[in-house]
């Protein structure tokens, strides 16, 4: 290495590398030993300890919010469940009560319409019943009429007839 | 290393090892066992660091975590979910050895990466007494569990009989070699990369190639970033590995 031509002052510890000089062993192995008898008496007693029970805390939230996000998913699903038999009966209640109603209507609807064909019909009946009054009435007093006119016609022409032929006459011409 | 250099052109220093150097901080410089030197200082900031990130990140102790305990709680996941999957959930117990380790090696790791720092992972000092602590901790937790089953790890029952002695000795030269690779891997990775961008920053001090220096050292230092993190990753892991056959040694 690197000895020889290096100054007196670096001859010693020049010889080889550093690491192979034992002098310096007992004190390296020395502070070692401290340095970890210290690391380990301030893991152990602090660090460690602090940082599990950190890690088993949070472990142990997350178990739980876990848990519970669960139970709460559970409860939505029947909620869900429910809303949806609800819904169900909701429409079949309507869809029921919609049928009623619409039957009630149609047999409301019916009635009336009978009671009104009847009732058309009774008219229709009456007004019947009028009108062959009114015609009826109507040939007597044509009936009236003509022989009125026929005697007078015959007295105009200067001949006297008795009400019996007349009204004879006047059946058989309205007869034909 | 850069020997030649040195002595024809003044101009260009390389000094890559410079940086590994443990030095005294106070005093006449002699370094005894208690003196404090950069190696303090930097473990120093090391526990720091850790303390800031894993104790003051988490003081809100909040359920949205701040970004600080973000990063502390996701350390926490990655190293006890590596000692749950590699070494097994009866090894949870060595958990906080294993936290102790990574937490100091990847912080010693990345803050090495700062200029001018110390790189206490590069020391073979360092990670030679980390991997013998797991080694022997590894193997005392193996015989206390076990007992003299422990030695069905050497012994492969699935073999056959005629080749077990032989894979016996593979597999006891193979456990006795684990401290040696698990330390020297650390510390070779963390000494390699640093070395390199030393070299590469000597070679800014020619004008006519600085640039690719420095483009070049920017690309290390991000390898560097990568093998910071890996390294720590694979030493804990690998101890999570020897955790387990200790725990269970049969195959």
């Given at each position: ?43 152990s ?32 699903k ?26 009630a ?48 016609i ?23 | ?100 380790l ?8 990345i ?30 937790l ?42 020297i ?9 640093h ?13 006519a ?43």
């Amino acid at each position: 290495m690197a000895t020889e031509t290096h100054g007196a002052e670096l001859a010693t510890a020049e010889a080889g590398m550093p690491q192979l000089d034992f002098a310096t062993f007992p004190n390296q192995i020395f502070w070692l030993l401290v340095t970890l008898v210290v690391i380990y008496f301030v893991l152990s007693k602090i660090a460690l300890p602090r940082i599990s029970t950190v890690l088993a805390e949070r472990s142990g939230t997350i178990m739980n919010d876990i848990s519970a996000a669960e139970e709460l998913k559970l409860k939505a699903k029947e909620a869900e469940a429910a809303y949806n038999a609800a819904l169900a009966e909701a429409k079949s209640e309507a869809q029921r009560i919609s049928n009623e109603t619409r039957a009630a209507i149609q047999a409301d609807l019916d009635t009336a319409l009978a009671k009104a064909d009847a009732q058309i019909a009774a008219k229709a009946a009456e007004s019947e019943k009028a009108i062959n009054e009114i015609r009826d009435g109507a040939m007597d007093s044509v009936k009236a009429v003509a022989k009125d006119t026929a005697k007078e016609i015959v007295a105009a022409l200067g001949s006297t007839a008795d009400a019996r032929t007349i009204t004879a006459a006047v059946t058989a011409r309205m007869k034909g | 290393m850069a020997t030649e250099a040195h002595g024809s052109e003044s101009s260009l220093a390389f000094h890559p090892m410079d940086q590994f150097k443990p030095v005294s901080l106070f005093g006449d410089g002699t370094i005894h066992w208690y003196t404090v030197t950069n190696v303090t200082l930097w473990m120093a900031i090391t526990v720091l660091a850790i303390v800031l990130l894993l104790v003051v990140g988490s003081r809100g102790r909040a359920m949205v975590p701040s970004k600080g305990q973000s990063i502390a709680e996701l350390m926490y996941g990655f190293v006890y979910k590596m000692v749950e999957d590699v070494a097994g959930k009866d090894a949870i117990r060595y958990f906080p050895y294993i936290m102790t380790l990574f937490s100091f090696i990847v912080f010693a790791n990345i803050l090495g990466l700062l200029p001018l720092s110390f790189t206490t992972t590069s020391h073979i000092a360092v990670t030679g007494v980390l991997a013998l602590l797991v080694f022997t901790f590894v193997t005392v937790l193996g015989f206390v569990k076990n007992g003299s089953k422990f030695l069905a790890l050497f012994w492969i029952s699935s073999a056959p009989l005629a080749v077990r002695p032989l894979l016996a000795v593979i597999e006891l030269i193979s456990y006795f070699v684990r401290p040696v690779s698990h330390s020297i891997r650390l510390a070779g990775n963390m000494m390699a990369g640093h070395a390199v961008i030393k070299v590469f920053a000597g070679f800014a001090a020619i004008a006519a190639i600085s640039p690719v220096s420095i483009l070049a050292i920017t690309a290390m230092y991000g390898l560097e970033i990568l093998v910071a993190f890996i390294q720590a990753y694979v030493f804990t892991i690998l101890t999570c590995v020897y955790l387990k056959d200790a725990l269970h040694p049969a195959h």
